[in-house]
């Protein structure tokens, strides 16, 4: 048996070991438009593992863990670079080879970029290590880091996001509500209220899905219609031009829920991404505003060219920023909804077209007495389908009311 390298075991120890740090901690770090570290927090430093001479002047990548796949870094860089800011959870290493995971908020500014992280405690961290460890696994396979990238964005619309901005809104969502659970403390009117108008878009999304279902279960019906008025020659004419009737019906509520759901330019796609975007920006100006409440009362020994007063200005600009881009989620969430509202008075006009026509169904099966069986199965059916469609659509209308509702109560507080 070969004898074990005692200096390599407690090598590979180290390095599949985490290095803990506190809910309440927050990293935070500002490098130049390369990625050379110009500053940090003490919080950053000490769970890196490096010394300040070490970070200082060193590209951040000096805390990157190799079980990192690089399709997420491509992502980020070319987010970045176009303006955007990222929010993604990370794996870093530190100099003895432990790792540790954050959730980072990442920002360009004029010269550079600034990064806030806390410390995950959701379930998404989960789902997330998951993707990771495929990219990883396709990445050592050959595949590029673009091609990489894609694979991930694939694998979290399998999930359910509409794209990876959907992803990190939830995310950080998750993880700031997750993080003041943990420290006893309330969410703030703010990202309550995107919260709450978050969860109603998803509810509407539910919704809309089970009307359409419901609409499915009904398109049969005027092909069976028309079979019966065949077998009723000269008698079946009324029943033929409600079945004509029946299928414009349907196809006018189907083009509805197309424009309505289907597609990136839909009304609803359009209004739940402003409403993420919103929650994303709310809690990202929470997370910044936390930070620099500890710029300013943290003590502790920093380095000379590290000025934890300008560190908080720079985080306040940026703070700025984001109420800025709230504002307008919000202007986009308010015309939204405004569409919103009028496309769902369409559908009800739609109903009340249908009503009118399952009536005269109903009719026409009270005066057939030999067919009138068949018939009277097809408006039983018309009547649980189109008792369903009324709920959901109700449904939707009070969901739409708690989003305008919020939306109002939003403007008075940024």
Same mark, same amino acid.
């Given at each position: 048996?070969?004898?074990l390298?005692p200096?390599?075991?407690?090598? /590979?120890? +180290?390095?599949?070991?985490?290095?803990?740090?506190?809910?309440?901690?927050?990293?935070?770090?500002r %490098?130049?438009?390369?990625g050379v570290?110009q500053?940090?927090?003490?919080?950053?430093?000490?769970v890196?593992?490096f010394?300040?001479?070490? #970070?200082l002047?060193?590209?951040?990548?000096?805390v990157?863990?190799p079980?990192?796949?690089?399709? #997420?870094?491509?992502?980020?860089?070319?987010?970045?670079?176009?303006?955007?800011?990222v929010? *993604?959870y990370?794996?870093?290493?530190?100099?003895?080879g432990?790792?540790?995971?954050?959730?980072?908020?990442?920002?360009k500014?004029?010269?550079?970029?600034?990064? %806030?992280r806390?410390?995950? $405690?959701?379930?998404? #961290?989960?789902?997330?290590?998951?993707? @990771?460890?495929?990219?990883? /696994?396709?990445?050592?396979?050959?595949?590029?880091?673009? +091609?990489?990238?894609?694979?991930?964005?694939?694998k979290l619309?399998?999930?359910?996001?509409?794209?990876?901005? *959907?992803?990190?809104a939830t995310?950080?969502?998750?993880?700031?509500?997750?993080? !003041?659970?943990n420290l006893?403390?309330?969410?703030?009117?703010?990202?309550?209220?995107?919260t709450?108008?978050?969860?109603?878009?998803e509810?509407v999304?539910?919704?809309?899905?089970?009307?359409?279902?419901a609409?499915? +279960?009904?398109?049969?019906?005027?092909?069976?219609?028309?079979?019966?008025?065949?077998?009723?020659?000269?008698a079946?004419?009324?029943?033929?031009?409600?079945?004509?009737?029946?299928?414009?019906m349907?196809?006018e509520?189907?083009?509805?829920? !197309?424009?309505?759901?289907?597609?990136?330019?839909?009304?609803?796609?359009?209004?739940?991404?402003?409403?993420?975007?919103?929650?994303f920006?709310?809690?990202?100006?929470?997370?910044?505003?936390?930070?620099i409440?500890?710029?300013? !009362?943290?003590?502790?020994t920093?380095?000379?060219?590290?000025?934890?007063?300008?560190?908080?200005?720079?985080?306040? $600009?940026?703070?700025?920023? @984001?109420?800025?881009? &709230?504002?307008?989620?919000?202007?986009s969430?308010?015309?939204?909804?405004?569409?919103?509202?009028?496309?769902?008075?369409?559908?009800?006009? @739609?109903v &009340?077209?249908?009503?009118?026509?399952?009536?005269m169904?109903?009719i026409?099966?009270?005066s057939?007495?030999? $067919?009138? %069986? /068949?018939?009277?199965?097809i408006?039983?059916?018309?009547?649980?389908?189109?008792?369903?469609?009324?709920?959901?659509? *109700?449904?939707?209308?009070?969901?739409?009311?708690v989003?305008?509702?919020? %939306?109002?109560? #939003?403007?008075?507080?940024?």
């Amino acid at each position: 048996m070969t004898e074990l390298n005692p200096q390599f075991t407690a090598e /590979a120890k +180290a390095t599949s070991s985490e290095a803990l740090f506190q809910v309440s901690e927050l990293f935070y770090s500002r %490098t130049d438009d390369r990625g050379v570290i110009q500053s940090g927090n003490n919080i950053f430093q000490r769970v890196s593992g490096f010394e300040w001479d070490e #970070l200082l002047g060193a590209p951040h990548k000096i805390v990157r863990n190799p079980d990192m796949p690089k399709g #997420l870094f491509e992502f980020m860089w070319g987010q970045l670079k176009a303006g955007h800011t990222v929010g *993604a959870y990370v794996k870093n290493r530190r100099k003895d080879g432990r790792f540790y995971w954050v959730f980072a908020l990442v920002s360009k500014t004029s010269d550079g970029y600034i990064s %806030t992280r806390m410390k995950p $405690s959701s379930e998404l #961290l989960k789902t997330i290590t998951g993707i @990771y460890q495929e990219m990883l /696994a396709e990445e050592h396979k050959g595949m590029s880091p673009k +091609a990489s990238a894609e694979f991930m964005h694939k694998k979290l619309i399998g999930l359910g996001y509409m794209n990876y901005s *959907a992803f990190q809104a939830t995310a950080i969502a998750a993880e700031y509500e997750a993080r !003041s659970r943990n420290l006893g403390r309330p969410l703030d009117q703010l990202q309550k209220r995107f919260t709450d108008m978050s969860r109603a878009i998803e509810q509407v999304q539910t919704e809309t899905t089970e009307m359409t279902e419901a609409f499915k +279960a009904i398109r049969t019906v005027p092909m069976n219609m028309r079979i019966i008025a065949s077998r009723l020659e000269n008698a079946g004419g009324p029943i033929s031009a409600i079945s004509v009737n029946y299928s414009q019906m349907l196809e006018e509520m189907s083009a509805w829920v !197309s424009t309505f759901v289907d597609g990136e330019a839909c009304v609803f796609a359009r209004i739940r991404e402003a409403i993420l975007q919103g929650q994303f920006l709310g809690f990202a100006m929470a997370l910044e505003q936390e930070m620099i409440e500890l710029f300013k !009362s943290q003590g502790g020994t920093y380095p000379e060219n590290i000025d934890l007063d300008e560190e908080a200005k720079n985080l306040d $600009s940026m703070r700025a920023k @984001y109420l800025d881009q &709230t504002g307008d989620a919000l202007s986009s969430v308010e015309n939204e909804a405004k569409r919103f509202g009028r496309s769902v008075l369409d559908m009800k006009r @739609y109903v &009340t077209g249908l009503s009118s026509t399952r009536m005269m169904c109903k009719i026409e099966s009270a005066s057939l007495s030999n $067919s009138g %069986t /068949a018939l009277s199965g097809i408006v039983d059916q018309l009547d649980a389908c189109q008792n369903e469609i009324e709920q959901r659509l *109700a449904r939707i209308v009070e969901l739409n009311s708690v989003i305008q509702g919020n %939306t109002s109560m #939003l403007r008075s507080l940024i």
